[in-house]
């Protein structure tokens, strides 16, 4: 799908061009006759392209989308496993990762509370595998302790079931948990938020920033990557201002000019706009990436580059400073 | 793509497998013209199939050194397009980094190969189907995986040669962890890791054993590999449609004892040659291209004596 540059400027919305003629379009385009939306277009409608295509329309709150986004939503109902949890895939019979962002995608849209509610209690009992027994056998056995700096007490969230906590799935987490009022988190969220904030910063690169959690192997500082650095930043928004963050923040401004694809400087500015802090106009570099590559049909890349651009920042509502319950 | 039973045989009850080593001088040379006598000499027949090239995209590196170079993956494609291939797609599902857009323009593959779009597949977000696993060196059983993997006729890993900090070495069959959709098992695809790397890779290669492997040797990766070691010139591309000589010959270029290898040395019992004795080499002999690499303390037991 190619979209004529200059015909397209314009505006939806409080949403800016390149999102109004560029990423919605596409998003419209491609939803599956079952609601959802797969990762690219024609493919098979996931849990986490739905959840951002949602969160992404979302963004635009263009009354006319309102029929597209209830499809998506009661998609992503259906999707929902009898334990509380989200598959990758509708029919997949694990739960994992994604049911933090179709917690999301509900929940900034106050629809399916129950729903809602039985997956914020799954990521609560959702413990990752580092720090079990099993674990630390395993770890001495291998002597993991002596080559990766890691304090493995400080737990967040896995990507899948049985494994060790990362950063990203981790942010995500946090990130829901932050949209809900305090007063109506499962118990035991509180324990969870303040494990994982530690987690986070215990996994942040010695120079500032993240990548997927490996700070330091044999001895050697890691290195930094965009999209983790500002998904843990987004995760620690609300959080007491640190010497860490800073670090974290100046890393993400100074790396900003040099970044090469549209996903990382789509989340790159959202993060560095949640901080107020100055970054280079989004669209611009935008437009000059869809023209090379068309961000590889990516329907993430469109939905990031939409949520980046709204003024709304869907993603950054709290419910500390609110009542917001879920559903409500 | 190897999915029939006869993959998974010993030693014995296979022939000989041939392994050729090209010197090739830079990035700049004939690199198509290379792969493409190589491929014909070896006696493939890629007619009318559909081709799915495995780079090894890691990072967005500048330097060339962590990712396949982009000169050689387009080289195999035109290559395969020349012998006849139905279609040509590279797909890769990089473990670490989410922002697959970001690795190809760094390492300007555009430039190399031409438009991405219809070509390229972001193996980590590919639509999946279950697969039972054919072997039981892991607790796996079963993994989702791509269906453009599960529909190609013939796939060709494409590593880099380059130490790992975890197994020594990661070559052809290390490579195939990339099939692995992050969209199902995240970034890194940890429950690899939990399954025992070693296994999970004997695990992976034992269900869809790569047809061909052609190895970037031209700039290998020594030391703290595969992302923060140190460039190795060596002047090589190693190829072969048995992945477990192709990935002894390398070794043996490194200055290994494949044999010392874990996950190498099982291999060798059910998923190709590793045997020096069971493998032709055509082209360069290992001796004399042999550039033995530096590896971290805990691997140096892995030499060669």
Redesign the interface.
């Known amino acids: 799908m190619r979209l004529d540059q200059d015909s397209g400027r314009g505006s939806v919305s409080g949403i800016t061009g390149f999102a109004a003629s560029c990423c919605l379009p596409f998003l419209l385009a491609h939803q599956n006759p079952d609601g959802g939306w797969g990762y690219h277009p024609q493919a098979e409608s996931s849990v986490e392209a739905t959840g951002w295509a949602l969160l992404a329309l979302a963004s635009a709150a263009h009354e006319p989308y309102f029929e597209v986004r209830m499809r998506g939503l009661r998609w992503l109902g259906q999707a929902q496993l009898p334990d509380g949890s989200w598959p990758p895939f509708a029919g997949q019979s694990a739960g994992c990762w994604v049911t933090s962002l179709a917690c999301l995608a509900l929940q900034v849209q106050d629809q399916c509370p129950a729903a809602v509610t039985r997956g914020l209690n799954w990521l609560v009992d959702a413990w990752p595998s580092e720090g079990s027994l099993g674990w630390q056998l395993r770890s001495r056995l291998l002597g993991a302790s002596s080559i990766v700096r890691q304090d493995s007490s400080l737990r967040g969230w896995s990507w899948t079931p049985g494994t060790a906590s990362w950063v990203e799935p981790t942010s995500y987490a946090l990130i829901v948990f932050d949209c809900v009022a305090p007063q109506f988190r499962p118990a035991g969220a509180e324990r969870r938020r303040r494990l994982a904030e530690a987690m986070l910063y215990d996994r942040m690169c010695p120079c500032g920033g993240w990548n997927s959690g490996n700070p330091q192997v044999y001895g050697v500082a890691g290195e930094p990557r965009v999209g983790t650095t500002a998904w843990a930043l987004l995760a620690l928004r609300n959080r007491a201002a640190s010497a860490g963050k800073q670090c974290s923040l100046d890393w993400l401004q100074q790396a900003y000019g040099g970044i090469r694809g549209p996903a990382s400087l789509s989340l790159a500015y959202l993060c560095l706009r949640a901080y107020s802090r100055p970054a280079a106009p989004l669209e611009p570099a935008l437009w000059d990436l869809y023209e090379r590559n068309q961000f590889l049909d990516s329907l993430l890349v469109f939905a990031w580059a939409a949520i980046a651009l709204s003024d709304k920042l869907v993603l950054l509502a709290s419910g500390e400073r609110g009542e917001k319950g879920v559903g409500t | 793509m190897s999915l029939e039973a006869g993959t998974l045989r010993p030693p014995f009850a296979r022939s000989p497998s041939r392994v050729a080593i090209r010197r090739v001088a830079s990035y700049e040379a004939g690199l198509a013209d290379v792969i493409f006598e190589t491929v014909q000499e070896l006696g493939l027949d890629v007619r009318a199939r559909s081709v799915l090239l495995k780079p090894n995209f890691v990072e ?1 590196d500048p330097a060339g050194v962590i990712d396949t170079h982009p000169a050689v993956v387009s080289a195999a494609r035109e290559c395969f397009l020349r012998l006849g291939a139905r279609e040509v797609r590279v797909g890769e599902g990089p473990g ?11 390492i300007r593959l ?1 430039d190399f190969m031409g ?3 219809g070509v ?1 597949v ?1 193996l980590n ?4 189907a279950p697969v039972s696993l054919r072997t039981r060196a892991s607790n796996l059983k079963k993994v ?1 995986l791509p269906k453009t993997v599960l529909r190609a006729d013939f796939v060709v890993s494409m590593p880099k040669l380059k130490t790992h ?1 975890w197994v020594g070495v990661t070559l052809s069959l290390k490579n195939m962890f990339g099939i692995v959709p992050g ?6 695809k ?2 690899l ?2 399954a025992g790397i070693s296994r999970a890779i004997l695990d992976i290669n034992g269900t869809v054993r790569p047809d061909f492997s052609i190895v970037d040797g031209i700039v290998g990766m020594e030391g ?1 590999g595969p ?2 070691g140190t460039p190795k010139p060596c002047g090589v591309l190693v190829m072969g449609d048995d992945p477990v000589a192709v990935d002894g010959t390398c070794a043996r270029v490194m200055g290994l004892a494949p044999e010392r290898i874990d996950y190498l040395r099982k291999a060798g019992t059910l998923l190709g040659q590793l045997a020096s004795d069971k493998i032709i080499q055509v082209g360069e002999s290992i001796a004399s291209v042999r550039a033995p690499f530096a590896f ?1 303390d805990g691997f140096r037991r892995l030499r060669a004596t």
């Open positions: 967005p670490h980094e989410r922002d697959t857009e970001a690795i190809l323009e760094t555009r438009p991405l779009s390229f972001d977000l590919d639509d999946v989702y900090h969209c199902c098992y995240g970034w890194p940890n429950v890791h939990w703290n992302i923060q971290l």
